[in-house]
């Protein structure tokens, strides 16, 4: 686990980017599945490291030395995860052609800091808001567009204790006259449309995978957050795919033990946002299938986190 993230940690405000993604991977059933491009999300599990320096992940960091230097060693890897990610999302946001795009950013920035409540020395809600005010502040002594689009990613993509700081630092750039990125006029065009779940085995366990679907500026685009029954509910993968009615029909066609069933938006909303609760608490599940174990709740848990809070029409 890496040391949380302080604003005193943050690089020079001058700092120009040099770390790149030239490709990257948004957890979904198949490369095809993927609504939108999705190629500008950073991978989770191979966070870039500035020049000359080893890779480095929050969960897979080199061992702390016991020496009077273990602060500084904390501080050094604290910092380059911190300006690999940002470089990345600087690099990225005002390229992509719309808020998904944004929003997928935004929400991997933020996941490649998650670790289980137990796991974590401050506990989770206190280690995102350290995370939220040490983006903020670097982004916004960065004071460029580019920076600004990656504070709106943050705000739209991010998790529950990062958006707070990364929303109030891009009102002020925008307050200042920074240009705001192209999609953000979009930003506001998010609403759910209909609400589902699917359940069935594999592996020996039984999971039910809640699915909401949304418009997102005129592309629908459905949300799958697949949850183990007999795991206490803990979340086991978490996807995107492109047509509900498409789903179903496969789900209606498989010989395989299979069950789909309608549900209220709000009800999706709500079991989708208790999940994420426990899992937070107990860490990930299992994933079905051949799912890389955890990278898609890492990714997508702020995405789901600011889906889960858009009211349904007419409520």
Known sequence: ????????????????????????????????????????????????????????????TPSAPTSPGTAAWKAHVTATIVHATLDALVDAAPTVADPLAAELLG?????????PAEQSEHGLPERERRVGRTYAAHLEDLGTAAALAGLRALQIGGADGVVPEASAAAERMAAAGIPEPVWWADAPRITPLRGARVSWTDDDHRFTSYLLEMDRAGQVVNLAVATLDDCSGVIGDVLLFSDLDGFKRVVE???????????????????????????????????????????????????????????????
Do not use: F, K, N
């Open 1 to 60: 686990m890496a040391p949380d993230p302080t604003p005193t940690d943050r690089p020079d405000s001058a700092r120009t980017p040099t770390d790149r993604l030239g490709s990257a991977r948004t957890p979904a059933p198949t490369p095809a599945d993927r609504p939108g491009p999705t190629d500008a999300a950073p991978r989770p599990t191979d966070v870039p490291s500035p020049p000359g320096a080893a890779p480095v992940h929050p969960r897979t």
């Open 107 to 115: 929400s991997d920035a933020c996941g490649i800091w998650w670790t």
């Open 253 to 315: 066609d498989s010989d395989q033990d299979r069950h789909m069933e309608w549900m209220g938006v709000g009800s999706v909303q709500a079991r989708i946002s208790r999940a994420i609760d426990r899992t937070d608490l107990l860490g990930t599940g299992p994933p079905p299938g051949s799912s890389e174990p955890e990278a898609g709740y890492v990714a997508m848990r702020g995405l789901a986190q600011r889906w889960t809070a858009v009211s349904p029409p007419g409520a």
